[in-house]
């Protein structure tokens, strides 16, 4: 097998070094596998031994080689012998010979003979060849697994020491181990010392790729050395030690927006008790039967997951859940669209459901459908209701067990009917979709009173109130005003975690005096904000519906807002008395918890100190990691990634020019300014704002900006929203952005054609 990819390898033009083959047929005089008859490893090693001749080899004076074993047996699927066989390496012409006999005795070593025994192998059936290679004088030399053997599978690991492989293999040298995320091209190394440069990382990578091709191999093992600029692939096989059965996708697509970086325990477990409360209820909504319900249970309970702290779409149980619409594979391009995901190809278990249901289920959704309008205002008057009742429950003298009955109250009234809003989504993803097919992508915006825009209309209001009259009474009264009714619509809102205007107010006084600091700069955000876009009565049947169903979007998007407010007070309020009792140190404690914890320790009132302290040690590590667009794993490789620490990450190329999804008209040039951490925000006045995703709270940010460029994103996401709405020239979904431009650089976008130009910073 190895001989046989080598010689497909430099076929293909892969720089292999220059080898011959010392065959078993002709080197081995008696065919004495037929006069095996027991498995003896000392009596079979003789036997071969004195019917092997070898002579006459090609080899060249002054030349050091790699002799290499090559048994026709190992690296298959099912069996692999990594390991059982002998390789000399370095070894000078004049023992060659040597050498060669030296691997075919290795074909009846102890360990083989076990091995076969085990596996139930015919040893009569096995031959062993040796391969004599050229010996590559290395700078430095490795191993590549194209997918990580601990079940990584879009992870590929480059081990690198310097010097010969050799001292690789047996420890002798120093290694640098890169951990190379294939879909998100960005990685991280254990090591230290950064051996490779990033284009030799770059074509090392690329060459992998190609060799896991031509040798058709869903994960391969390769060998390689380095000369200067030049790469050698010294042997390339299987391997068989990855069991892919049960690998599941993450993927932050659209889910990073809300979570983006790391998220808190407490707001982790919230979102899985969301997501499986409203996915549940939109498969009793459609489905409409108990027993298929409950074969699929893990399914609608399991749509979101966490590794290292951050937040991630289970893919494929999205894609399962798909299957209940009409035209499911149709309708998931249009999915995959709306919602950003760059990565299209997928593959999922087919949903337990007879067909007689699924027919049911495709009339079902498309009753919701017709009456989802209906509905979201049902759901809009429900949503007052319940905000009303939590004003007049809620207080700060409450006890714990109280809190709690206060939170399971307010969650069970709305996650009972919120999965109205996942047919609301699908119904605007649907309209948007065909509309944009008949060209009206720019009449996607204009929506009179879109709610995403009241608090920084609100807010900019209020900024005039300030400059004209300072902290008088009626700023006061304006500013109480405007926290009870937008005061958690702020920057990744959606996390417990943050501080939002309502639990610290003083974050909006610092926000109103960064808007008055240029009295011009805020008159004109004033009149952008204020000023009505002209309806254009040609709108289509396709778009009237596309806007219906984003501004209804929005609505419910910002009752959300309200809804993690509520639950955010609780919890706050639940710190308050904790503390007290001694439970936790200090109330952002709280937010290392999870809701069950919490709950369950309401009655056993136990410290919960050293569970706490373990954890910000462990969000420590979780911080000093690459957080990935996307992850491919089995169950093992999900649990390796946990813990990982001592991470360094870099992007795999500088560029100039780049392209994205054009989401609003404009062309600008300006300073760039970097946004990875909303902790850190600096001044975006008149700035380019470079980020991986936005939310609802970056309206705030975006009002005084020049532009904006996403890594993630769609036409539906809220930064193209809202930049249509302010006019802001926005790009989204660019690779590695956040990455590629630095704070200072120079930008100039075409927010038409989606196109970037870099000058970078001197």
């Given at each position: 097998?190895?001989?046989?990819?080598?010689?497909?390898?430099?076929?293909?033009?892969?720089?292999?070094?220059?080898?011959?083959?010392?065959?078993?047929?002709?080197?081995?005089?008696?065919?004495?596998?037929?006069?095996?008859?027991?498995?003896?490893?000392?009596?079979?090693?003789?036997?071969?031994?004195?019917?092997?001749?070898?002579?006459?080899?090609?080899?060249?004076?002054?030349?050091?080689?790699?002799?290499?074993?090559?048994?026709?047996?190992?690296?298959?699927?099912?069996?692999?012998?990594?390991?059982?066989?002998?390789?000399?390496?370095?070894?000078?012409?004049?023992?060659?010979?040597?050498?060669?006999?030296?691997?075919?005795?290795?074909?009846?070593?102890?360990?083989?003979?076990?091995?076969?025994?085990?596996?139930?192998?015919?040893?009569?059936?096995?031959?062993?060849?040796?391969?004599?290679?050229?010996?590559?004088?290395?700078?430095?030399?490795?191993?590549?697994?194209?997918?990580?053997?601990?079940?990584?599978?879009?992870?590929?690991?480059?081990?690198?020491?310097?010097?010969?492989?050799?001292?690789?293999?047996?420890?002798?040298?120093?290694?640098?181990?890169?951990?190379?995320?294939?879909?998100?091209?960005?990685?991280?190394?254990?090591?230290?010392?950064?051996?490779?440069?990033?284009?030799?990382?770059?074509?090392?990578?690329?060459?992998?790729?190609?060799?896991?091709?031509?040798?058709?191999?869903?994960?391969?093992?390769?060998?390689?050395?380095?000369?200067?600029?030049?790469?050698?692939?010294?042997?390339?096989?299987?391997?068989?030690?990855?069991?892919?059965?049960?690998?599941?996708?993450?993927?932050?697509?659209?889910?990073?927006?809300?979570?983006?970086?790391?998220?808190?325990?407490?707001?982790?477990?919230?979102?899985?008790?969301?997501?499986?409360?409203?996915f549940t209820g939109l498969a009793k909504r459609i489905i409409r039967n108990e027993k298929i319900l409950a074969k699929n249970?893990?399914?609608?309970?399991?749509?979101?997951?966490?590794?290292?702290?951050?937040?991630?779409?289970?893919?494929?149980?999205?894609?399962?859940?798909?299957?209940?619409?009409?035209?499911?594979?149709?309708?998931?391009?249009?999915?995959?669209?709306?919602?950003?995901?760059?990565?299209?190809?997928?593959?999922?278990?087919?949903?337990?459901?007879?067909?007689?249901?699924?027919?049911?289920?495709?009339?079902?959704?498309?009753?919701?459908?017709?009456?989802?309008?209906?509905?979201?205002?049902?759901?809009?008057?429900?949503?007052?209701?319940?905000?009303?009742?939590?004003?007049?429950?809620?207080?700060?003298?409450?006890?714990?067990?109280?809190?709690?009955?206060?939170?399971?109250?307010?969650?069970?009234?709305?996650?009972?009917?919120?999965?109205?809003?996942?047919?609301?989504?699908?119904?605007?993803?649907?309209?948007?979709?065909?509309?944009?097919?008949?060209?009206?992508?720019?009449?996607?915006?204009?929506?009179?009173?879109?709610?995403?825009?009241?608090?920084?209309?609100?807010?900019?209001?209020?900024?005039?109130?300030?400059?004209?009259?300072?902290?008088?009474?009626?700023?006061?009264?304006?500013?109480?005003?405007?926290?009870?009714?937008?005061?958690?619509?702020?920057?990744?809102?959606?996390?417990?975690?943050?501080?939002?205007?309502?639990?610290?107010?003083?974050?909006?006084?610092?926000?109103?005096?960064?808007?008055?600091?240029?009295?011009?700069?805020?008159?004109?955000?004033?009149?952008?904000?204020?000023?009505?876009?002209?309806?254009?009565?040609?709108?289509?049947?396709?778009?009237?519906?596309?806007?219906?169903?984003?501004?209804?979007?929005?609505?419910?998007?910002?009752?959300?807002?309200?809804?993690?407010?509520?639950?955010?007070?609780?919890?706050?309020?639940?710190?308050?008395?904790?503390?007290?009792?001694?439970?936790?140190?200090?109330?952002?404690?709280?937010?290392?918890?999870?809701?069950?914890?919490?709950?369950?320790?309401?009655?056993?009132?136990?410290?919960?100190?050293?569970?706490?302290?373990?954890?910000?040690?462990?969000?420590?590590?979780?911080?000093?990691?690459?957080?990935?667009?996307?992850?491919?794993?089995?169950?093992?490789?999900?649990?390796?990634?946990?813990?990982?620490?001592?991470?360094?990450?870099?992007?795999?190329?500088?560029?100039?020019?780049?392209?994205?999804?054009?989401?609003?008209?404009?062309?600008?040039?300006?300073?760039?300014?970097?946004?990875?951490?909303?902790?850190?925000?600096?001044?975006?006045?008149?700035?380019?704002?470079?980020?991986?995703?936005?939310?609802?709270?970056?309206?705030?940010?975006?009002?005084?900006?020049?532009?904006?460029?996403?890594?993630?994103?769609?036409?539906?996401?809220?930064?193209?929203?809202?930049?249509?709405?302010?006019?802001?020239?926005?790009?989204?979904?660019?690779?590695?952005?956040?990455?590629?431009?630095?704070?200072?650089?120079?930008?100039?976008?075409?927010?038409?054609?989606?196109?970037?130009?870099?000058?970078?910073?001197?």
């Amino acid at each position: 097998m190895k001989m046989k990819n080598l010689k497909i390898m430099r076929k293909a033009g892969i720089k292999v070094p220059d080898f011959f083959v010392i065959s078993w047929e002709d080197s081995v005089k008696n065919q004495i596998k037929d006069e095996i008859v027991e498995s003896d490893s000392e009596k079979l090693r003789q036997k071969l031994r004195e019917n092997i001749i070898i002579s006459n080899l090609p080899l060249k004076d002054n030349m050091r080689y790699a002799v290499r074993s090559s048994c026709n047996v190992e690296d298959s699927k099912t069996n692999s012998f990594a390991g059982m066989f002998d390789t000399f390496l370095n070894v000078d012409a004049k023992e060659v010979e040597k050498y060669a006999v030296s691997c075919m005795l290795s074909l009846y070593n102890d360990k083989v003979i076990e091995y076969c025994r085990s596996r139930n192998i015919d040893i009569k059936s096995m031959y062993m060849d040796v391969i004599v290679q050229e010996m590559v004088d290395a700078e430095l030399s490795g191993v590549i697994f194209t997918s990580n053997p601990q079940g990584i599978l879009n992870e590929m690991t480059i081990t690198v020491g310097e010097g010969l492989g050799e001292g690789i293999v047996s420890d002798k040298v120093d290694t640098v181990t890169y951990y190379y995320n294939v879909s998100d091209k960005k990685y991280y190394l254990d090591g230290e010392k950064d051996l490779l440069s990033l284009e030799m990382l770059e074509k090392i990578v690329n060459t992998a790729e190609k060799i896991k091709d031509i040798l058709n191999l869903d994960y391969a093992d390769i060998e390689f050395s380095i000369i200067g600029e030049e790469l050698f692939i010294l042997q390339a096989r299987r391997i068989t030690s990855i069991d892919d059965e049960d690998a599941v996708i993450y993927d932050n697509s659209n889910i990073v927006e809300s979570y983006p970086n790391i998220s808190l325990p407490l707001s982790i477990s919230f979102a899985k008790a969301v997501y499986s409360g409203v996915f549940t209820g939109l498969a009793k909504r459609i489905i409409r039967n108990e027993k298929i319900l409950a074969k699929n249970k893990d399914t609608f309970e399991n749509m979101v997951g966490d590794i290292n702290g951050a937040m991630y779409y289970k893919i494929d149980n999205w894609y399962k859940m798909l299957q209940i619409l009409p035209f499911s594979k149709k309708l998931i391009g249009i999915w995959q669209e709306m919602l950003g995901v760059k990565n299209k190809n997928y593959s999922y278990g087919k949903l337990d459901m007879p067909v007689f249901y699924k027919l049911k289920s495709v009339i079902n959704f498309c009753s919701e459908l017709c009456t989802v309008r209906t509905n979201m205002d049902k759901l809009n008057e429900e949503y007052k209701r319940v905000n009303s009742y939590f004003k007049n429950n809620f207080s700060k003298e409450l006890d714990n067990k109280q809190l709690k009955e206060l939170y399971g109250t307010i969650s069970q009234s709305l996650l009972k009917v919120w999965d109205i809003t996942l047919i609301n989504d699908m119904y605007a993803f649907l309209f948007t979709h065909f509309a944009k097919k008949r060209g009206n992508n720019e009449k996607i915006a204009g929506i009179k009173d879109i709610h995403s825009m009241k608090p920084a209309r609100e807010m900019i209001k209020l900024a005039m109130i300030y400059s004209k009259q300072g902290d008088s009474q009626a700023y006061k009264e304006e500013k109480s005003a405007y926290i009870e009714e937008y005061g958690d619509r702020v920057l990744e809102e959606l996390k417990l975690e943050t501080r939002t205007f309502r639990t610290n107010p003083e974050l909006l006084d610092l926000q109103i005096e960064k808007y008055v600091e240029d009295e011009q700069k805020l008159m004109n955000m004033y009149q952008n904000t204020t000023e009505e876009n002209e309806k254009d009565e040609r709108e289509d049947f396709f778009t009237r519906r596309a806007l219906i169903g984003i501004k209804n979007r929005e609505i419910s998007r910002l009752n959300r807002t309200g809804i993690f407010g509520m639950v955010r007070t609780i919890f706050d309020a639940i710190a308050e008395n904790f503390t007290k009792q001694g439970i936790i140190a200090e109330a952002g404690d709280i937010y290392y918890l999870s809701i069950e914890e919490i709950f369950d320790n309401i009655e056993k009132m136990e410290s919960k100190a050293e569970l706490i302290y373990k954890r910000k040690e462990l969000y420590k590590s979780y911080r000093t990691m690459p957080t990935y667009n996307r992850i491919i794993a089995t169950k093992d490789g999900i649990r390796s990634l946990i813990g990982m620490a001592k991470l360094r990450q870099k992007s795999i190329a500088e560029e100039r020019y780049m392209t994205g999804v054009p989401c609003s008209s404009g062309r600008v040039r300006a300073e760039a300014v970097v946004i990875e951490n909303m902790n850190d925000v600096v001044d975006v006045k008149d700035k380019i704002i470079i980020a991986k995703m936005t939310d609802p709270g970056w309206v705030f940010l975006l009002i005084s900006a020049k532009g904006i460029i996403t890594e993630k994103g769609s036409l539906l996401s809220h930064t193209a929203i809202i930049s249509r709405e302010l006019k802001l020239p926005s790009i989204v979904a660019v690779n590695n952005v956040t990455k590629l431009i630095k704070t200072g650089d120079i930008v100039e976008m075409d927010a038409s054609s989606g196109e970037i130009w870099i000058e970078k910073k001197q």
